[in-house]
């Protein structure tokens, strides 16, 4: 699998984990140390996700018709005022990543701040003034839609996608419920609950994506064609209703097949 086949970024993940782990005490500075360390968590969370679905959809789980660009989002801790109100994604070239704007106001002409685009997979994008209309090979911002001022060295993130937001979802909570999980997380007694909450929500879309009896098309990936015949399975009942019966698997799903795991 290639590492660029990611189902979310790590804004989506980061987003989720600072709900309940703040980035300014103990874990200050946790983005700028660890941004390709949540991207490791997502390959890992994506692969576990790809098996499980890669019996009903197509390998790749990318569609043309999602492209998508996420809202530019400043950083917290930037020191100018500077926005984006919106950005677009090549419908050519478009991959699921992060891109990361970065000024450098000491560059300043007429056409005012000058910044860089570079993508978390792709790399370097391009780059422009605010007055000035920017179009990459993976993203495009109009003038119009700067506002603010930056400050040197200010940085906004632009999410792109390349897949429907449900499976970003899907594949955000499990890296964030698996980072949370590998946290020391004393101070934070929340973060625990919400890491189990976060996967378990996750699994049930997972499970919805992948039940045979749904005839809803909750994604635009394809389907892979599949003959499914029903299995007799004999079973015990008891006196009261409970189903005693021992079944040769015990992890046998009647809904996924088998997500071991993560029962």
């Excluded at 660890?34 to 499980?52: F, L, P």
């Excluded at 005839?215 to 389907?223: C, D, M, S, W, Y």
Aim: hydrophobic share 35%.
């Amino acid at each position: 699998m290639a590492v660029t086949e990611l189902l979310s970024t790590e804004l989506d993940v980061y987003n989720k984990v600072v709900m309940v782990v703040s980035d300014t005490g103990e874990h200050a500075g946790t983005w700028e140390r660890s941004k390709e360390a949540i991207r490791n968590t997502i390959a890992t969370t994506d692969g576990i996700i790809r098996t499980v679905l890669k019996l009903v959809y197509s390998t790749t789980l990318t569609s043309a018709s999602a492209i998508d660009c996420g809202f530019p989002q400043p950083w917290s801790g930037n020191s100018g005022t500077g926005t984006i109100r919106l950005a677009t994604a090549n419908t050519t070239n478009t991959i699921t990543q992060l891109f990361t704007l970065t000024y450098e106001s000491t560059t300043y002409e007429s056409t005012g701040s000058y910044y860089t685009c570079v993508g978390s997979i792709t790399g370097s994008d391009g780059n422009s003034y605010v007055a000035s209309d920017f179009t990459g090979s993976y993203l495009s911002i109009l003038s119009t839609y700067h506002g603010g001022s930056p400050s040197d060295t200010d940085v906004i993130f632009i999410p792109t996608y390349k897949n429907e937001r449900m499976l970003v979802e899907i594949s955000s909570s499990l890296a964030a419920s698996a980072i949370l999980q590998s946290l020391y997380i004393a101070e934070n007694p929340n973060a625990e609950d919400f890491s189990q909450r976060l996967k378990e929500s996750a699994l049930d879309m997972l499970k919805t994506l992948v039940d045979p009896n749904s005839n809803t098309e909750l994604i635009t990936v394809a389907r892979t064609s599949r003959n499914i015949n029903p299995i007799q399975v004999d079973y015990e009942i008891d006196e009261i209703g409970n189903d005693v019966t021992n079944y040769a698997a015990r992890e046998w799903s009647s809904v996924v097949g088998s997500i071991p795991w993560w029962g």
